[in-house]
């Protein structure tokens, strides 16, 4: 199955209620810059990554794709997908140049496409390749009810329906505003409405620094809050590590983390708790498949950030041990041609073949191809 063509492909999906806030980030669309890939026989493969749908940007990182990459796959065999990654990572200009940000992104949506197409030419779901039965439990976390621009009165109105119309057992709720008062009193408003047996996570995406987040992480814990995620800059080791000595509330990162090095620095720092690695900063699969073996031979739990809204990783999930929980955003959902399902709290395994990245009619309708 050899390569013939990469096709630019640029997707903008509306948000919520048609913009969301966290501390950090305001933002109206989700950005979905990838590539099709195109083979002699007949199977295209698809592969995204995960933006705020600044088009300069995104276009930044199709071009990486079919100006840096594409020449060194074209011909190639598109099954042989580590050989094919090792290739295209250690290639001298690109690494030269830059060793994540834009070419990591670029790197990650073309080997999520790779491993669609083999996919495809087997006729399975990803698990299923990865070694995975489909019967495995994976529970949803949703953080789409979380908002830190929603009002306090919104936020435990859309907890309590998540809960009690959809099921979810665990949500996650946004911290970092203005007031850490005012956070505290989101979380505690959000403990009495859903009770003691729904798992609350926070998240303050990189915004406290190292003394704001001892002090309200320990008043956080008397809400019993399953972790707190990001607290600080997110490459702080050393703060972190301080933090993780201070409280006892867990600590997640890793979403913003771009290589293997980086993650294995914080496991042998005893600074994080949770491992979140995520594919769209990852350089796609393959390298999440081996910061996933880290964590796990260090009994650590991986929650992946899902910037391709679950699509992927929730078969990811599905096929590795040291996952069993994993995020839900539903902004891709009416994108994709299989998007993802959860009932009763718990992700429903696909079983359509490929990574379930193959774009919906009406993506295909209105998608930007550059």
């Not at 009763?344 to 395994?349: I, M, Q, R, S, T």
Request: glycine share 8%; proline share 5%; net charge negative.
């Amino acid at each position: 199955m050899k390569i013939t063509r990469l096709e630019p492909i640029i997707l903008h999906a509306p948000v919520t209620r048609g913009g969301i806030a966290d501390s950090t980030h305001s933002i109206t669309h989700w950005g979905a810059p990838g590539v099709a890939i195109h083979t002699d026989c007949g199977h295209v493969g698809y592969g995204f990554s995960g933006t705020h749908a600044h088009l300069p940007t995104d276009r930044l990182i199709v071009d990486c794709i079919t100006q840096s990459y594409g020449p060194l796959l074209l011909g190639e065999d598109a099954l042989a997908t580590r050989a094919l990654w090792q290739k295209l990572y250690r290639h001298s200009e690109i690494y030269w140049v830059g060793r994540s940000g834009i070419t990591h992104l670029a790197l990650g949506a073309i080997d999520i496409a790779l491993w669609d197409l083999k996919c495809k030419k087997l006729g399975v779901p990803l698990w299923h390749l990865l070694g995975a039965s489909g019967q495995e439990n994976v529970q949803a976390y949703n953080t789409d009810g979380g908002w830190l621009n929603w009002s306090q009165q919104q936020l435990v109105a859309d907890c309590k329906r998540m809960v009690e119309e959809h099921g979810y057992k665990a949500v996650k709720i946004k911290v970092g505003g203005d007031s850490g008062r005012e956070d505290l009193r989101r979380v505690e408003a959000v403990r009495h409405a859903l009770g003691d047996d729904i798992q609350i996570m926070t998240d303050a995406n990189g915004r406290w620094s190292v003394p704001e987040a001892i002090r309200y992480a320990k008043q956080l814990e008397q809400f019993d809050i399953s972790w707190i995620e990001e607290p600080l800059r997110f490459d702080d080791i050393k703060g972190h590590r301080r933090l993780a000595n201070s409280i006892s509330t867990p600590i997640a990162l890793g979403e913003q983390l771009y290589l293997t090095e980086q993650f294995r620095d914080f496991i042998q720092a005893d600074a994080v708790d949770f491992v979140q690695p995520d594919i769209v900063r990852l350089a796609g699969i393959t390298e999440w498949w081996t910061v996933a073996e880290l964590a796990y031979a260090n009994n650590i739990p991986v929650v992946p950030h899902v910037g391709d809204m679950a699509q992927v990783h929730q078969h990811l999930c599905f096929a590795h041990p040291a996952c069993s929980l994993l995020e839900y955003i539903p902004w891709l959902n009416n994108w994709m041609e299989h998007p993802v399902q959860v009932k009763d709290g718990y992700f429903v395994a696909p079983q359509a073949p490929g990574a379930g990245m193959q774009p919906s009619e009406l993506a295909l309708d209105t998608i930007n191809k550059l």
